[in-house]
């Protein structure tokens, strides 16, 4: 599978570490866990966005854009890895938050607002219950009109064109597993993944069944519930397959997403979440972010006490980042 036909720019610091999780396996009692470490990509906290926006910013840059556009909620890691990406391209940055979580400590100025700012990008915000990839094309077509080249870039990065930094990160992991010379070498039952607006799990599919891989991706869901998000993941992988020219069928049985773990909503802490995250910082000294791979990693842990991951296998959680926003949740975090 070769990506280099598609334009590219270098943001990330490739290949991410994968390591073991021995102390959290150990107090699990359960499968071997490893940490695919893609807080670590390197552009302004790192997050698994910056692999998405090296193909995305270079189809910005291809069609001769001087304004990035994109959407996201109010503490989106996405929203802050695109405006780090285009300030260190040199293009201007409009976005669109949605209020899509009420709080009434620091939430809305902290966190990842605070380097959105910090970054200079020019921030308008919304109202929920809106399509904000319809307002963020609007908004950029608005602005081409009035003499900008804007690109917009979906939320989450998510299309064809961002979810092919999954397919490459796919083909990362099955060459950090493959016993190549300086790495490991794994048999791995299963990954484990934030999902939520689908271009991550989507383009790991992708990446797996082009490699003619059988690895199972769990994705554990965020924003809606288990039916609803593996039809828009099927759809995007096929769409990043077409795109990419990866001939290897996308099966619907292949897509596996578990709503059981983001409940009350987008953005709101559960008790899962906070044990996760708790567990992971003071067994592993490794954060999570409250939002995306702390619910992933509640999910890893009730599939690990449910039976369906057990002693004997072994399993990569994917790390999406998203630290910072530990930063606007120190209400939910103090005192334990």
């Given at each position: 599978?070769?990506?280099?036909?598609?334009?590219r720019?270098?943001?990330?610091?490739?290949p991410?570490p994968l390591?073991?999780?021995?102390a959290?396996?150990?107090?699990?009692d359960?499968?071997?866990?490893?940490?695919?470490?893609d807080?670590?990509t390197?552009l302004?906290?790192?997050?698994n966005?910056?692999?998405?926006?090296e193909?995305?910013?270079?189809?910005?840059?291809?069609k001769?854009?001087d304004?990035?556009v994109?959407?996201?909620?109010?503490?989106?890691?996405?929203?802050?890895?695109t405006?780090?990406?285009a300030?260190?391209?040199?293009l201007?940055?409009?976005?669109?938050?949605?209020?899509?979580?009420?709080?009434?400590d620091?939430y809305v100025?902290?966190?990842?607002?605070?380097?959105?700012n910090?970054?200079?990008?020019t921030?308008?915000?919304r109202q929920?219950?809106?399509?904000m990839?319809?307002?963020?094309?609007?908004?950029?077509?608005a602005?081409s009109?009035?003499?900008?080249?804007a690109?917009f870039?979906?939320?989450?990065?998510?299309?064809a064109?961002?979810a092919?930094?999954?397919?490459?990160?796919?083909?990362?992991?099955?060459?950090?597993?493959?016993?190549?010379?300086?790495?490991?070498?794994?048999?791995?039952d299963?990954?484990?993944?934030?999902?939520?607006?689908?271009?991550?799990?989507?383009?790991l599919l992708?990446?797996?069944a082009?490699?003619?891989s059988?690895?199972p991706?769990?994705?554990?869901?965020?924003?809606?519930?288990g039916?609803e998000?593996e039809?828009?993941?099927?759809?995007?992988?096929e769409?990043?397959?077409?795109?990419?020219?990866?001939?290897?069928?996308?099966?619907?049985?292949?897509v596996?997403?578990?709503?059981?773990?983001?409940?009350p909503?987008?953005?709101?802490?559960?008790?899962?979440?906070?044990?996760a995250?708790?567990?992971?910082?003071?067994?592993?000294?490794?954060l999570?972010?409250p939002?995306?791979?702390?619910?992933?990693?509640?999910?890893?842990?009730?599939?690990?006490?449910?039976?369906?991951?057990k002693?004997?296998?072994?399993?990569?959680?994917?790390?999406?980042?998203?630290?910072?926003?530990?930063?606007a949740y120190?209400?939910?975090?103090?005192?334990?």
């Amino acid at each position: 599978m070769n990506l280099a036909k598609f334009p590219r720019v270098h943001l990330a610091h490739l290949p991410t570490p994968l390591e073991p999780l021995a102390a959290l396996s150990r107090h699990l009692d359960g499968p071997e866990i490893y940490v695919k470490r893609d807080d670590c990509t390197g552009l302004a906290g790192g997050g698994n966005k910056t692999r998405k926006l090296e193909f995305l910013m270079a189809d910005a840059l291809e069609k001769g854009a001087d304004t990035v556009v994109t959407v996201g909620a109010t503490q989106s890691n996405h929203v802050r890895q695109t405006i780090a990406a285009a300030a260190k391209l040199g293009l201007r940055s409009e976005v669109l938050l949605e209020k899509a979580v009420v709080r009434d400590d620091d939430y809305v100025g902290n966190g990842n607002v605070l380097l959105d700012n910090l970054m200079g990008a020019t921030l308008h915000h919304r109202q929920p219950g809106g399509d904000m990839d319809v307002e963020g094309q609007s908004f950029a077509d608005a602005l081409s009109s009035g003499g900008a080249n804007a690109y917009f870039i979906p939320t989450g990065g998510s299309s064809a064109v961002g979810a092919l930094g999954y397919v490459d990160c796919a083909n990362e992991i099955l060459g950090q597993i493959g016993g190549q010379p300086g790495e490991i070498n794994l048999d791995v039952d299963a990954i484990v993944v934030a999902s939520g607006s689908q271009g991550t799990q989507a383009g790991l599919l992708v990446g797996l069944a082009g490699a003619g891989s059988d690895i199972p991706v769990h994705g554990i869901c965020v924003s809606r519930s288990g039916p609803e998000l593996e039809d828009l993941v099927f759809n995007l992988a096929e769409r990043t397959a077409d795109h990419a020219g990866i001939t290897a069928p996308i099966l619907r049985q292949s897509v596996i997403c578990d709503g059981d773990y983001f409940a009350p909503g987008y953005g709101q802490p559960n008790d899962a979440m906070i044990e996760a995250v708790t567990l992971c910082a003071r067994l592993e000294g490794l954060l999570l972010d409250p939002v995306y791979s702390g619910k992933a990693m509640a999910g890893l842990i009730g599939k690990i006490r449910t039976g369906v991951f057990k002693k004997g296998d072994t399993v990569i959680f994917l790390h999406t980042g998203g630290q910072v926003a530990l930063h606007a949740y120190r209400s939910t975090f103090e005192g334990r």
